[in-house]
C-alpha cells in the first residue's frame, strides 16, 4: 500500500515538558498540541516547502491537528500522493502556512510520515 509521506519525523507537543515547549518552541503551555517536526528529511516533500526542524504543525487544509494520529489520520483518509495540501505551523510566534507536494511512500518500509 502506498501512502501519502511528509518527510518529516513527528513528535506530539503534549510530550515535551512545558519547560522546553515555552523556552525552545515558544509555544504557550495550553493548549499542548499539535506535532513538533523533530526531524525534516533533507529534499523530501516538507523540506521543499520550507518548513523545519522545530516547527509545530497545527492544521492541515484547515482541519485541526492535536497529534500525530490526527497527521496520519488526516493525510491518510483524505489525501493521496501527488496531492497538495496547505500546512498550517508555527516558527516560534509566528503561526504561518506551506503549501506541501505529497510525496508517497510504502507503508511497509515507513519510519517518518
Avoid at 497538495?84 to 503549501?99: K, N, P, Q, Y
Amino acid at each position: 500500500m502506498v501512502r501519502p509521506y511528509l518527510g518529516v519525523q513527528p513528535k506530539n507537543t503534549w510530550e515535551i515538558p512545558a519547560e522546553q515547549r515555552a523556552h525552545t518552541l515558544c509555544l504557550p503551555e495550553e493548549p499542548a498540541r499539535g506535532v513538533v517536526l523533530v526531524d525534516v528529511l533533507p529534499g523530501g516533500p516538507t523540506d521543499a516547502a520550507g518548513l523545519r526542524p522545530l516547527d509545530v504543525i497545527v492544521a492541515v487544509d484547515g482541519v485541526p491537528v492535536n497529534d500525530a494520529v490526527d497527521l496520519r489520520a488526516v493525510l491518510y483518509s483524505r489525501h493521496r500522493p501527488g496531492e497538495r495540501v496547505r500546512i498550517e505551523f508555527l516558527r516560534g510566534e509566528e503561526r504561518s502556512e506551506a503549501e506541501v507536494e505529497l510525496g508517497s511512500m510504502d507503508a511497509g518500509k515507513a519510519k517518518q510520515e
